[in-house]
C-alpha cells in the first residue's frame, strides 16, 4: 500500500499510473537480477517512498550498473528523477524500459506523458495509442484515452496560434500559446513564440520570463541570452543586462553579437557606478559630469536619459544648487510624475529657495506613493514647520541671505545691516523706535544664524529665541529688549575687527 503523503503518493497525484512502482514485484527470474541488484532495488524504493530521493537514486544507480537489462531498475530511476524535477533525465530510462519490456505500458503512458509537455504530440500520440492496444489496465485506457484528446486539442491550438502570429495578430496568438502551455509546460519553442508575441505587443517583462525558461529547457541557448541581456537594457536595467550577456560568452566566448553587445553594457555599467561612487563621496559636480556621458553613451535609450536626470536632479539638490535641481527635477516629473526620488529631491530645493507651498505639495504627492517612507515624512513635517514659521519671523529674511548661506554671508550682512538700522542713527523719534525694533531682529537673526546648533533648531522650523516654539514652556533666556543690546559692539564677532563709532 501507498503511504498517504508519501513522495509516491503526490507523484501519483500527478501521475495516476506512476503508482504500479509501489505495486511493482521484483520479478527475479525474468530480469535475471542478482542478490546484490535485488538489495539495491528494495533498499532504494524504501528510501523512495521514505522521501529521501538523492540516496535512492544512488541504490537505482547501482542497480543499473549492476544488471544494465534490468527494466525495473531504469523505470524506478526514471521515478526518482521526475521527483527531483529532472526529466530530461528520465526521458531516457523510459525509453530504455520500452525497449526492454515493449508490453509495459505504465512507462509507455508515462512517456507520452512527458513528450507531451515538451510539446512533442506526434510521438506522445504513438504512445497513448500503442497503450490503447497493448491491453491496457481499465485505468491506464482511461488515462491514454484522455491524454490523446488532449494531445489533439493542443495539435489545433498550435495549428491557430502559428496561424495568427503569421498575421501578425499577436493578441490572438498569445491567447492560444498560454491554452498550449498550460499542458505543453516544457515547449520550449513555443514559449520563444511567444516572447517574440510579448515584444510585439510592447511586454518586454513578460518576455524576459519566457526566455528564462527557454534558456533552462534547451542546452547551449545563447540567442535566448542574448535576447534576454537586451531587453533588460532596453529597460534600463543595465546589471541584469550585463549578468546575462556574461551568461551567453560562458556558453560562447566567440559569439559576435553577444560580444559587441557587452562591450557597450560594460562601459555604460562603468560610467554609472562611478558616477555613484561620486555620489557617495559628496562629489556631485563629477557625479553629474558622469551622468551627462551616460546620456551620451546611449541616447536612443529613453530610459537611460530619464534616469541620468533623476540623479543629476538628487545631485543638484544635495549640492544646494535649488535652481539647478527644481529644472531637472521638473524634467524628469514632466515624464513620470510620480517618480517619488525626484518629487523629494525638488522639494529639498523647493526648501532652500524658501517655496514652502511647492515643497509640501511636492512631499505630499510623494506620500501618495510611498507613505511609510520616514524621509518623506520628516521632510513634509520640516516644510509645515518652516512655512509656518515663515509667517512670523524669518532671520535669513531678516539679513537678506540664501538659507544655504556661509556664516562669512551672514556676518558680512549683519555688519552692513547693523550699521544701516543703529537707532543712534537716526533723531526722529519715531524712526529711533522703528530703528530700535530692526536693530533687535537684526542682531536676534546673527545669534541664531551664527551658532550651529540654534541654526539648525531655526532650518528644522523651531525658533530658538520664541518662547511658544520651545517645549516645556517657561521664559525665554534669549528674549531681549533694546536696552540689553546697548553697548553691544555688533562688529566684534570674534575676527580682527574693533571698531568704535561716535554718533552726533
Given at each position: 500500500?501507498?503511504?498517504?503523503?508519501s513522495v509516491t503518493?503526490?507523484?501519483?497525484?500527478?501521475?495516476?499510473?506512476?503508482?504500479?512502482?509501489?505495486?511493482?514485484?521484483?520479478?527475479?527470474?525474468?530480469?535475471?537480477?542478482?542478490?546484490?541488484?535485488?538489495?539495491?532495488?528494495?533498499?532504494?524504493?524504501?528510501?523512495?517512498?521514505?522521501?529521501?530521493?538523492?540516496?535512492?537514486?544512488?541504490?537505482?544507480?547501482?542497480?543499473?550498473?549492476?544488471?544494465?537489462?534490468?527494466?525495473?531498475?531504469y523505470y524506478r530511476?526514471?521515478?526518482?528523477?521526475?521527483?527531483?524535477?529532472?526529466?530530461?533525465?528520465?526521458?531516457?530510462?523510459?525509453?530504455?524500459?520500452?525497449?526492454?519490456?515493449?508490453?509495459?505500458?505504465?512507462?509507455?503512458?508515462?512517456?507520452?506523458?512527458?513528450?507531451?509537455?515538451?510539446?512533442?504530440?506526434?510521438?506522445?500520440?504513438?504512445?497513448?495509442?500503442?497503450?490503447?492496444?497493448?491491453?491496457?489496465?481499465?485505468?491506464?485506457?482511461?488515462?491514454?484515452?484522455?491524454?490523446?484528446?488532449?494531445?489533439?486539442e493542443m495539435q489545433?491550438?498550435?495549428?491557430?496560434?502559428?496561424?495568427?502570429?503569421?498575421?501578425?495578430?499577436?493578441?490572438?496568438?498569445?491567447?492560444?500559446?498560454?491554452?498550449?502551455?498550460?499542458?505543453?509546460?516544457?515547449?520550449?519553442?513555443?514559449?520563444?513564440?511567444?516572447?517574440?508575441?510579448?515584444?510585439?505587443?510592447?511586454?518586454?517583462?513578460?518576455?524576459?520570463?519566457?526566455?528564462?525558461?527557454?534558456?533552462?529547457?534547451?542546452?547551449?541557448?545563447?540567442?535566448?541570452?542574448?535576447?534576454?541581456?537586451?531587453?533588460?537594457?532596453?529597460?534600463?536595467?543595465?546589471?541584469?543586462?550585463?549578468?546575462?550577456?556574461?551568461?551567453?560568452?560562458?556558453?560562447?566566448?566567440?559569439?559576435?553579437?553577444?560580444?559587441?553587445?557587452?562591450?557597450?553594457?560594460?562601459?555604460?555599467?562603468?560610467?554609472?557606478?562611478?558616477?555613484?561612487?561620486?555620489?557617495?563621496?559628496?562629489?556631485?559636480?563629477?557625479?553629474?559630469?558622469?551622468?551627462?556621458?551616460?546620456?551620451?553613451?546611449?541616447?536612443?535609450?529613453?530610459?537611460?536619459?530619464?534616469?541620468?536626470?533623476?540623479?543629476?536632479?538628487?545631485?543638484?539638490?544635495?549640492?544646494?544648487?535649488?535652481?539647478?535641481?527644481?529644472?531637472?527635477?521638473?524634467?524628469?516629473?514632466?515624464?513620470?510624475?510620480?517618480?517619488?526620488?525626484?518629487?523629494?529631491?525638488?522639494?529639498?530645493?523647493?526648501?532652500?529657495?524658501?517655496?514652502?507651498?511647492?515643497?509640501?505639495?511636492?512631499?505630499?504627492?510623494?506620500?501618495?506613493?510611498?507613505?511609510?517612507?520616514?524621509?518623506?515624512?520628516?521632510?513634509?513635517?520640516?516644510?509645515?514647520?518652516?512655512?509656518?514659521?515663515?509667517?512670523?519671523?524669518?532671520?535669513?529674511?531678516?539679513?537678506?541671505?540664501?538659507?544655504?548661506?556661509?556664516?562669512?554671508?551672514?556676518?558680512?550682512?549683519?555688519?552692513?545691516?547693523?550699521?544701516?538700522?543703529?537707532?543712534?542713527?537716526?533723531?526722529?523719534?519715531?524712526?529711533?523706535?522703528?530703528?530700535?525694533?530692526?536693530?533687535?531682529?537684526?542682531?536676534?537673526?546673527?545669534?541664531?544664524?551664527?551658532?550651529?546648533?540654534?541654526?539648525?533648531?531655526?532650518?528644522?522650523?523651531?525658533?530658538?529665541?520664541?518662547?511658544?516654539?520651545?517645549?516645556?514652556?517657561?521664559?525665554?533666556?534669549?528674549?531681549?529688549?533694546?536696552?540689553?543690546?546697548?553697548?553691544?559692539?555688533?562688529?566684534?564677532?570674534?575676527?580682527?575687527?574693533?571698531?568704535?563709532?561716535?554718533?552726533?
Amino acid at each position: 500500500m501507498v503511504a498517504p503523503g508519501s513522495v509516491t503518493s503526490r507523484l501519483g497525484a500527478v501521475f495516476p499510473f506512476l503508482l504500479v512502482l509501489v505495486d511493482l514485484q521484483y520479478e527475479g527470474a525474468e530480469c535475471g537480477v542478482n542478490a546484490d541488484v535485488e538489495k539495491h532495488l528494495e533498499l532504494g524504493k524504501k528510501l523512495l517512498a521514505a522521501g529521501q530521493l538523492a540516496d535512492a537514486l544512488s541504490q537505482f544507480h547501482a542497480a543499473v550498473d549492476g544488471d544494465p537489462d534490468n527494466y525495473i531498475a531504469y523505470y524506478r530511476r526514471a521515478t526518482v528523477f521526475l521527483a527531483m524535477g529532472k526529466s530530461k533525465a528520465a526521458l531516457p530510462d523510459l525509453t530504455k524500459v520500452i525497449e526492454l519490456k515493449m508490453d509495459f505500458t505504465a512507462a509507455r503512458l508515462q512517456r507520452g506523458h512527458l513528450l507531451l509537455k515538451q510539446g512533442k504530440l506526434d510521438e506522445a500520440e504513438d504512445d497513448f495509442k500503442k497503450v490503447l492496444k497493448s491491453n491496457p489496465s481499465e485505468n491506464e485506457e482511461k488515462e491514454a484515452q484522455s491524454q490523446l484528446l488532449k494531445s489533439d486539442e493542443m495539435q489545433r491550438l498550435r495549428s491557430q496560434a502559428l496561424e495568427a502570429f503569421e498575421s501578425a495578430d499577436y493578441t490572438a496568438a498569445i491567447t492560444f500559446l498560454d491554452k498550449i502551455l498550460e499542458v505543453c509546460v516544457w515547449d520550449a519553442e513555443l514559449r520563444e513564440l511567444r516572447a517574440e508575441c510579448f515584444i510585439k505587443e510592447g511586454e518586454p517583462r513578460k518576455a524576459i520570463s519566457d526566455l528564462k525558461a527557454t534558456s533552462k529547457l534547451k542546452n547551449d541557448n545563447t540567442e535566448a541570452f542574448y535576447k534576454i541581456s537586451t531587453l533588460y537594457y532596453q529597460l534600463g536595467d543595465h546589471e541584469l543586462s550585463l549578468s546575462e550577456v556574461r551568461e551567453c560568452l560562458k556558453l560562447d566566448q566567440d559569439h559576435k553579437r553577444c560580444f559587441a553587445h557587452y562591450k557597450q553594457v560594460k562601459k555604460l555599467n562603468k560610467l554609472i557606478e562611478s558616477a555613484e561612487e561620486l555620489i557617495r563621496d559628496g562629489r556631485y559636480t563629477d557625479a553629474i559630469s558622469k551622468y551627462e556621458s551616460v546620456m551620451k553613451t546611449e541616447p536612443s535609450i529613453a530610459e537611460y536619459t530619464v534616469r541620468s536626470k533623476e540623479r543629476i536632479c538628487h545631485c543638484f539638490s544635495k549640492d544646494e544648487k535649488p535652481v539647478e535641481a527644481i529644472r531637472v527635477c521638473s524634467e524628469v516629473l514632466q515624464i513620470e510624475p510620480d517618480n517619488v526620488n525626484a518629487l523629494k529631491d525638488r522639494a529639498e530645493a523647493y526648501l532652500i529657495e524658501e517655496m514652502y507651498d511647492e515643497a509640501i505639495q511636492d512631499y505630499e504627492a510623494a506620500q501618495e506613493h510611498n507613505e511609510n517612507d520616514q524621509q518623506i515624512r520628516e521632510g513634509l513635517e520640516k516644510a509645515q514647520r518652516l512655512l509656518k514659521q515663515s509667517q512670523k519671523r524669518d532671520y535669513y529674511k531678516i539679513l537678506g541671505v540664501k538659507r544655504n548661506a556661509k556664516k562669512q554671508e551672514i556676518i558680512k550682512a549683519y555688519r552692513k545691516l547693523a550699521l544701516q538700522w543703529h537707532p543712534d542713527n537716526f533723531q526722529n523719534e519715531e524712526e529711533k523706535k522703528k530703528a530700535e525694533k530692526k536693530f533687535i531682529d537684526i542682531a536676534a537673526a546673527k545669534e541664531v544664524l551664527s551658532d550651529p546648533e540654534m541654526r539648525k533648531k531655526f532650518d528644522d522650523g523651531e525658533d530658538p529665541l520664541d518662547a511658544e516654539s520651545q517645549q516645556g514652556g517657561g521664559g525665554n533666556p534669549f528674549h531681549r529688549s533694546w536696552n540689553s543690546w546697548q553697548g553691544f559692539n555688533p562688529f566684534s564677532s570674534g575676527g580682527p575687527f574693533r571698531f568704535k563709532f561716535h554718533f552726533n
